[in-house]
T-cell receptor, first 115, second 114 residues
Framework: SQKIEQNSEALNIQEGKTATLTCNYT??????LQWYRQDPGRGPVFLLL?????KEKRKERLKVTFDTTLKQSLFHITASQPADSATYLC??????????????FGSGTQLTVLP | SQTIHQWPATLVQPVGSPLSLECTVE??????LYWYRQAAGRGLQLLFY??????ISSEVPQNLSASRPQDWQFILSSKKLLLSDSGFYLC?????????????FGPGTRLTVT
């Protein structure tokens, strides 16, 4: 069965540094991958989608890479700020019973940016 | 623009009592709708999804059920709550169709079963 692993449950970095979060998957060949941000007590918010034929995608201070050979995505936040502190989730499309409209989410990495 | 609403925001219910959580979506038609549960410190568990009125698919066997009486309305129910039903319940929508679009989440309902 498909399995998603995010590198660590918690990551602390100093303000201004680059945060790098990892999402690994097995038994899977997804056509794309998504990243979400979740603040405590709130629903996840969509950040970026990257397709299998895109090696890299950027949005402001965010950068996502997608290596289908390594079965890994890296999520970078450059010039990190305390406001970037949150849990970041990766998600992959999930196919079951012939339907193709679900996402499987990783358990998330809690990022804390220290001032 | 599209908006998604969930209520109530918080709920404390005794074991064995019924449950009804409602989710509504505005500003879009024929959305795919989803119910997730998130236990404390855990990931999202997909409970139900719907691609249209009256069309419900369940991912995890449990004492919960879902219904979609209107295109814009998704309801999560239980006849008798268990302690293990406690958690953060999230409704989400995505554009309809066969593609894997991004999902947009509601504010969630914090359910505590006592």
């Amino acid at each position: 069965s498909q399995k998603i692993e995010q590198n660590s449950e918690a990551l602390n970095i100093q303000e201004g540094k680059t945060a790098t979060l990892t999402c690994n998957y097995t038994n899977y060949s997804p056509a794309y991958l998504q990243w979400y941000r979740q603040d405590p007590g709130r629903g996840p918010v969509f950040l970026l989608l990257i397709r299998e034929n895109e090696k890299e995608k950027r949005k402001e201070r965010l950068k996502v890479t997608f290596d289908t050979t390594l079965k890994q995505s890296l999520f970078h936040i450059t010039a990190s700020q305390p406001a970037d502190s949150a849990t970041y989730l990766c998600a992959l499309p999930y196919v079951s019973s012939g339907s193709a409209r679900q996402l499987t989410f990783g358990s998330g990495t809690q990022l804390t940016v220290l001032p | 623009s599209q908006t998604i609403h969930q209520w109530p925001a918080t709920l404390v219910q005794p074991v064995g009592s019924p449950l009804s959580l409602e989710c509504t979506v505005e500003g879009t038609s024929n959305p795919n709708l989803y119910w997730y549960r998130q236990a404390a410190g855990r990931g999202l568990q997909l409970l139900f999804y719907s691609v249209g009125i009256g069309q419900i698919s369940s991912e995890v066997p449990q004492n919960l059920s879902a219904s979609r009486p209107q295109d814009w309305q998704f309801i999560l129910s239980s006849k008798k709550l268990l302690l293990s039903d406690s958690g953060f319940y999230l409704c989400a929508w995505s554009a309809g169709g066969p593609e894997f679009y991004e999902q947009y989440f509601g504010p969630g309902t914090r359910l505590t079963v006592t």
